[in-house]
């Protein structure tokens, strides 16, 4: 999957156990009896595979059991867990009264006169009572019976606790996961989707084989109304089973009173009926307005993660893979598409038809089955013997050539590259008017949103090197994702950092003019921005529930997971081994699933060096965040040591972790070309490089290929900011971006103080470099909105004036005209929007000027691709020209120009103009709400905005959460755009009383704790530079 708006954040899980254990160090003897395994035969019987379960289920179980066959063994030991059950004032009540043989009571014969020695003799005989009925209350009742209780075997796995189903039925399945012991072999589905009523009918027939003895069959399904359902073993008929359902887990199941026997084959029939889903996963509804003012319907699917089995019952675990035949039953009027070609059009009697499509020649997961039933046009082409189609709205027809071009030419590539042909006959490409991530990989019928597929003649390159990249990415998975799939959603990074990194490196291997190296650099550079918190995650971390699912949808699985490929494969010696090694491990695992280690062991296969790069490899995937190199000199010597890069950094986070750093330096002597590159490997903390005296400076990090950040500490950073101040090109443009990058770094760390920035940058005050200035102006602007934030007019008015200083000649230097080198249309982009922005007056008066060219040519002129931006935010300033972008909007065909207008709305600084932008998104009838996380982001730009938007989710949490599922990408963006600005106590504490007060409703995401460290962090810089940056700016 793409995410497309690409401001992940990454949150740390919150120990959701902790409560739950602690339950139990209350009532110790409650949980030794309910952990004992041998004393309840709990329904049903184990299988072999399922033996981890979570304590909390024992306290549950004890009083769960009341509902089961027990014979009389456990009807005692139940009977005196329920005892212990009960208060100590019934108990107690009730020992009195049943008079006990084990509880003697002393008869008051002689007490009406008690002498002395008989008051002592009574008062002894009473503290025995009583103690013999405490020892006795403490005691289970077991102790009591015939064969005493059983002998506690606490390395017995924990029974669990089994839920009720809907029907009141014990539900047979305690877990998230699904039981291993059935496996599914094949689906058959047959769906009818009524787009009148937005309703659809399904049959699903699923044939397993039973890989262990079992008495149920659990599966998920979720929003379903399940109407009939049989069941066939082997040869036998089919007969009427029931369904329990347990719906907090959305899983079903079936039980059986005889076991299924290991190597059985069986099927399971499910009639079905549900809506189609409002929101944006399962199989949903789409609509769009045609040309002529009609408003026409499709419906398509988006299942990764969690939400096949909103259209089918199915094991929705990616582990379990099967093939798929599909039917869907349509009226003649509408086509439909899935991930294999068509096999035969049958018309119905009901005056429907029947397209079947062939059954799939692979294995696959449940989150890659796809259909589209819509009124679609395609172009088509074959490429390397595969029928490659774009498919898009009839109007859109046009802006499918670059796609199809793109697509034809990538699977190329990639078929020569992998050695592995792409299996299925076809692969359609198509672009969805109402989809919430960028795109998505299903297998041969890969979803887009219309701005990530589709270009008109006029688009520019930069509109290119988007659909081509997410094009790039998505045909990438159909290796890395889907023929060789993750196990389990905790290695998703398999998936996405791998198409990730393949997105830039096809690209710049097959198309070199996208100039796609300086997005990679700059998706490094905030990859680690949110990794150097304290709530970032491991690249493979664990996951529970469904919201730590879509959480791992975030920059630490993509970018991260990009990242360190990125470093591993420049650190190998030889160019062509990481390709061999990915080869050997699609090879290897083709139709399979793997986890993290499956990879570097393959890697490490092929390897040539004597390191295992398992070794290398695990310190970076396993844990999170990053090393902070630093780097001091003695002559000679030169002493490399690491510690982790936390931005809050205290003793108590840091830990000890260490990684294996594959270190490269350049220094004066040779600097810039890649022979120049000298490598060091820094696996201890602290470690001595030799380099000839003469030496007057070294960069670490050549490029910036490697996932860490380095402070030279002060002669080092002098060293190099003289170096610069002579001539800015002794280092490559990636370095010098590197640079700025890690001193912003460290200075909001609190290790460099800013004026060390300041002095660097002035150093570097004749850069022209694409990445050096876009990261400068990207760190300058960041800061710049924080004291805007924070009201501090002052000092914003100076932060404009040192921009305008440091960048004013080259802002003015840019040419207003179409331009053609892409790197150059990144700069001026930048430069411009940032010029504007902090209205400069020349900026603003040609972006006004072109903007009434636009108008008076009717639209028909065009505004260069990477000036749109800035046009459209000055235009939406103005009453008038708000109006005119709104109507404009509503009317422009191309997607790429509409996103654009939709920013300049979203940046008007008139808050009823805002009120109304951000009501009107999550309404959805003019503003597709899909635009949602996009307009809070912009929103949240300017001061009066970010009050609004934070305003906007507090109120409308709920409605949020029923269109984007917590945790997903869109909610994290969401969060983090309207807290990251937030620099003061009294926020911390409305953010963290907001977020904590929602409960299930996502107070545990990792996006909150991520939220209230960046504000903690804001604070801690404000306080600390606040003054000084007066005096340094
Ligand atoms: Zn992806």
């Avoid at 002894?124 to 077991?142: K, W």
């Avoid at 018309?347 to 890659?368: A, C, I």
């Avoid at 360190?564 to 699609?586: R, T």
């Avoid at 150059?824 to 972006?847: G, P």
């Amino acid at each position: 999957m793409d995410l497309f708006d690409s401001n992940a954040a990454e949150r740390a899980n919150l120990p959701r156990n902790m409560i739950e254990n602690s339950m139990f160090e209350e009532e110790p003897d409650v949980v030794d009896l309910a952990k004992d395994s041998s004393a309840f035969s709990a329904f049903p019987t184990l299988d072999p595979d399922e033996v981890a379960y979570e304590p909390r289920s024992s306290r549950l179980l004890v009083r769960g059991l009341g509902e089961n066959d027990m014979d009389d063994d456990e009807e005692d030991c139940e009977s005196s867990a329920r005892l212990l059950g009960m208060s100590f004032m019934n108990r107690s009540s009730s020992h009195r009264s049943n008079s006990s043989p084990y509880i003697r009571q002393s008869p008051p014969r002689t007490c009406s006169r008690p002498s002395a020695r008989t008051m002592v003799v009574c008062v002894l005989v009473l503290v025995i009572v009583a103690s013999l009925t405490m020892v006795l209350y403490f005691l289970p009742g077991c102790i009591f019976t015939r064969d005493g209780c059983p002998k506690a075997n606490k390395t017995a796995p924990l029974e669990p606790v089994y839920p009720n189903s809907t029907n009141g039925e014990l539900f047979p399945w305690a877990e998230l996961r699904l039981p291993r012991s059935i496996r599914p072999l094949s689906y058959e589905l047959t769906l009818t989707p009524n787009l009148d009523n937005m309703t659809f009918t399904g049959i699903a027939v699923i044939e397993m084989s039973v890989s262990h003895n079992t008495k149920r069959i659990v599966l998920h399904a979720a929003n379903l109304n399940i109407t009939k359902a049989t069941f066939k073993l082997g040869d036998g008929g089919a007969q009427d089973v029931t369904v329990l359902e347990y719906k907090p887990r959305q899983q079903i199941a079936v039980k059986f009173s005889e076991e299924l026997k290991t190597g059985q084959h069986c099927v399971l029939t499910f009639d079905y009926s549900a809506n189609l889903s409002h929101t944006y996963d399962g199989f949903y509804n789409s609509s769009y307005t045609d040309k002529d003012g009609n408003k026409r319907v499709l419906a398509a699917t988006q299942f990764e993660p969690l939400s096949a089995r909103k259209a089918f019952p199915c094991f929705d675990e990616p582990s379990f893979k099967a093939t798929f035949l599909i039917r869907i039953n349509r009226k003649p009027t509408y086509m439909t598409l899935s991930n294999m070609p068509q096999a035969k059009t049958t018309p119905l009697r009901n005056g429907l038809v029947q397209d079947e499509f062939e059954k799939t020649n692979v294995n696959m997961s449940t989150y890659l089955v796809a259909f589209v039933v819509a009124n679609f046009t395609s172009v088509s082409s074959t490429a390397s013997g595969t029928k490659v189609s774009v498919y898009a709205v009839p109007e859109k027809k046009e802006q499918t050539d670059f796609a199809l071009a793109a697509a034809s030419k990538l699977l190329q590539f990639y078929n020569e590259f992998f050695e592995i042909k792409y299996p299925l006959k076809k692969l359609d490409l198509v672009a969805i008017p109402d989809f919430l991530a960028g795109a998505m990989e299903n297998w041969g019928l890969v979803t887009f949103r219309e701005t990530t597929l589709l270009l008109d003649n006029s688009s520019s390159s930069l509109e290119k090197q988007v659909v081509a990249s997410v094009i790039a990415h998505e045909l990438a998975h159909q290796w890395f994702g889907n023929l060789v799939t993750m196990s389990w959603w905790n290695d998703l990074w398999l998936n996405e950092g791998f198409a990730t990194y393949m997105e830039y490196m096809s690209l710049q291997e097959i198309m070199p003019d996208l100039d796609t190296g300086n997005l990679f650099l700059s998706m490094r550079f905030r990859a680690m921005d949110k990794d150097a918190l304290n709530s970032s995650h491991p690249v493979s971390a664990e996951v529970n529930t469904p919201e730590q699912v879509e959480e791992m949808f975030d920059s630490v699985s993509y970018e991260k997971g990009a990242s360190i490929l990125l470093m591993l494969n420049a650190s190998l010696p030889k160019e062509q081994e990481f390709k061999k090694g990915i080869i050997q491990y699609l090879k290897t695992f083709s139709g399979l699933n793997t986890e993290t280690n499956d990879l570097w062991n393959s890697l490490t296969q092929v390897s040539s060096q004597s390191q295992n790069i398992s070794e290398m490899m695990s310190t970076w995937a396993s844990q999170k965040g990053f090393p902070l190199v630093t780097m001091s000199r003695k002559g000679d010597k030169v002493i490399l040591s690491q510690e982790p890069f936390l931005l809050t950094s205290d003793s108590t986070t840091k830990g000890s972790r260490l990684w294996n750093i594959p270190i490269t330096y350049v220094n004066d002597s040779c600097s810039l070309a890649s022979e120049c590159r000298q490598m060091f490997t820094l696996k201890s903390k602290t470690e001595n490089l030799k380099v000839p005296e003469s030496v007057q400076w070294l960069k670490l990090n050549y490029k910036n290929t490697g996932f860490y950040i380095v402070d030279y500490g002060n002669d080092g950073w002098n060293a190099l900011t003289d170096a610069l101040s002579n001539n800015s090109t002794i280092l490559t443009p990636e370095d010098r971006a590197s640079l700025i990058h890690n001193i912003f770094a460290l200075s909001r760390m609190g290790r460099v103080p800013f004026e060390q920035v300041l002095s660097l940058l002035n150093a570097m005050s004749n850069e022209t470099g694409t990445a050096p200035v876009k990261e400068a102006l990207l760190q300058l602007n960041r800061i710049n909105r924080l004291l805007d934030k924070r009201q501090e007019s002052g000092l914003v008015a100076r932060m404009k004036t040192y921009i305008l200083n440091h960048f004013g000649s080259l802002m003015k230097n840019q040419s207003w005209e179409e331009e053609q080198s892409l790197s150059k249309q990144e700069l001026r982009s930048s430069l411009v929007f940032t010029a504007c922005i902090l209205n400069e007056e020349s900026c603003i008066d040609k972006a006004k000027s072109l903007f009434k060219q636009y108008k008076d040519s009717n639209f028909t002129m065009k505004i260069p691709g990477d000036l749109q931006q800035a046009v459209f935010t000055v235009a939406a300033q103005s009453e008038d020209d708000w109006k005119t972008l709104l109507t404009l909007y509503t009317t422009t065909s191309n997607d790429a120009e509409k996103r654009k207008i939709l920013k300049g709305l979203a940046s008007t600084q008139d808050p009823r103009r805002i009120v109304w932008i951000l009501k009107a998104s999550l309404n959805g009838a003019i503003i597709q709400t899909q635009e949602l996380p996009l307009i809070i982001n912009t929103v949240c730009n300017g001061f009066i905005g970010h009050l609004f938007a934070w305003d906007f989710i507090q109120i409308n949490w709920d409605r949020l959460i029923e269109k984007f599922p917590v945790g997903s990408f869109a909610i994290q963006t969401i969060i983090k755009s309207t807290t990251s600005q937030f620099s003061t106590q009294a926020h911390f504490d409305q953010v963290q009383a907001f977020f904590s007060n929602l409960k299930q409703r996502g107070s545990q995401m990792r996006s909150v704790q991520e939220a209230l460290e960046t504000i903690r962090l804001n604070k801690r810089w404000m306080e600390s530079n606040l003054q000084a940056l007066g005096k340094w700016l």
